[in-house]
């Protein structure tokens, strides 16, 4: 498997563009999911694995 770090370094800083220039009240939205995200990963019951 080969990399293409200038496309991923390209695509990388396009996205932070993107969420740069979206209005501060979708950014606190954005947060608030993944805030919820985090809980529900924190508090789910890991899965165990047979042996």
Do not use: C, G, H, Q
């Not at 220039?21 to 529900?40: F, H, Q």
């Amino acid at each position: 498997m080969t990399f293409d770090l200038k496309r991923i370094e390209a695509s990388k800083k396009a996205y932070r563009l993107k969420l740069a220039a979206l209005p501060y009240a979708e950014k606190l939205r954005i947060l608030d999911r993944m805030r919820d995200r985090d809980l529900a990963l924190r508090n789910a019951k890991p899965v165990e694995k047979d042996r």
